[in-house]
């Protein structure tokens, strides 16, 4: 497969968990997010609730790698409110001109997942390659192997019948810094390749 970035948002490591098991399976490399403001405690969370219902990116720490470097980015966040997290969020507004072919995942507690998937590919304004969305409780008993299985298997397919990336953003450098101000936000397992 084509080099391959997994880009991801955990706060208390299950999307982390998933994100590692997806790049064992497609040797993909891997960026955690991390919030500039520290999300813990009962303020925390509900500043997390907060940001996520209201659609604000929250500020993230310069990058390590440049989204143009890959033709295919995978995306991963925990479920908040119902909607994805505010730093992945920031991620997807800073960086989504960069992007190419993306694949999207998520876990949750219980549901909001494919509400989740939906606005993820809304914002990054691309039909993804496959989905995946998790519970939490089915990663922490290790209940997600195959469906990572699968879920990199319908990617592979997805990208053989593309016949690769298609270099829409050839030519353009991702910032590896993060910019000062936020732009504007505008069955245990599931997973698809549309
Ligand atoms: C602020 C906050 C809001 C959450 N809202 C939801 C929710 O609406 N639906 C849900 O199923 N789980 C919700 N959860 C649970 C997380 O989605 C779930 O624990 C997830 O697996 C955590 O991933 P992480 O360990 O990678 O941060 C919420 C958790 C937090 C911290």
Same mark, same amino acid.
């Given at each position: 497969?084509?080099?391959?970035?997994?880009? +991801? +948002?955990?706060?208390?490591?299950?999307?982390? /968990?998933?994100?590692?098991?997806?790049?064992?399976?497609?040797?993909?490399?891997?960026?955690?997010?991390?919030?500039? &403001?520290?999300? /813990?405690?009962?303020?925390? #969370?509900?500043?997390?609730?907060?940001?996520?219902?209201?659609? &604000?990116?929250?500020?993230?720490?310069?990058?390590?790698?440049?989204?143009?470097? #890959?033709?295919?980015?995978?995306?991963?966040?925990?479920?908040?409110?119902?909607?994805?997290?505010?730093?992945?969020?920031? +991620?997807?507004?800073?960086?989504?001109? #960069?992007?190419?072919?993306?694949?999207?995942?998520?876990?949750?507690?219980?549901?909001?997942?494919?509400?989740?998937?939906?606005?993820?590919?809304?914002?990054?304004?691309?039909?993804?390659?496959? /989905?995946?969305?998790?519970?939490?409780?089915?990663?922490?008993?290790?209940?997600?192997?195959?469906?990572?299985?699968?879920?990199?298997?319908?990617?592979?397919?997805?990208?053989?019948?593309?016949?690769?990336?298609?270099? &829409?953003?050839?030519?353009?450098?991702?910032?590896?810094?993060?910019?000062?101000?936020?732009?504007?936000?505008?069955?245990?397992?599931?997973?698809?390749?549309?």
């Amino acid at each position: 497969m084509d080099p391959c970035l997994i880009v +991801y +948002y955990s706060r208390s490591g299950v999307t982390a /968990t998933v994100a590692r098991a997806i790049a064992e399976v497609c040797g993909a490399e891997l960026e955690a997010l991390r919030a500039v &403001q520290p999300i /813990t405690g009962v303020p925390g #969370y509900l500043r997390a609730a907060w940001q996520a219902l209201s659609g &604000q990116p929250a500020p993230i720490a310069p990058l390590r790698h440049s989204a143009d470097a #890959y033709p295919l980015l995978l995306l991963g966040t925990p479920v908040w409110a119902g909607h994805m997290s505010s730093p992945i969020r920031q +991620y997807i507004l800073q960086q989504r001109p #960069y992007f190419r072919d993306v694949a999207l995942f998520c876990t949750m507690g219980g549901s909001g997942g494919a509400s989740v998937m939906q606005a993820m590919a809304g914002l990054c304004q691309r039909e993804p390659l496959a /989905t995946l969305c998790l519970r939490e409780q089915d990663v922490r008993a290790g209940r997600h192997v195959d469906a990572v299985r699968d879920f990199a298997a319908s990617l592979a397919l997805r990208r053989l019948q593309r016949g690769g990336a298609d270099g &829409q953003a050839a030519g353009q450098q991702a910032p590896l810094q993060t910019p000062a101000s936020s732009a504007p936000g505008g069955s245990a397992v599931s997973g698809s390749a549309p």
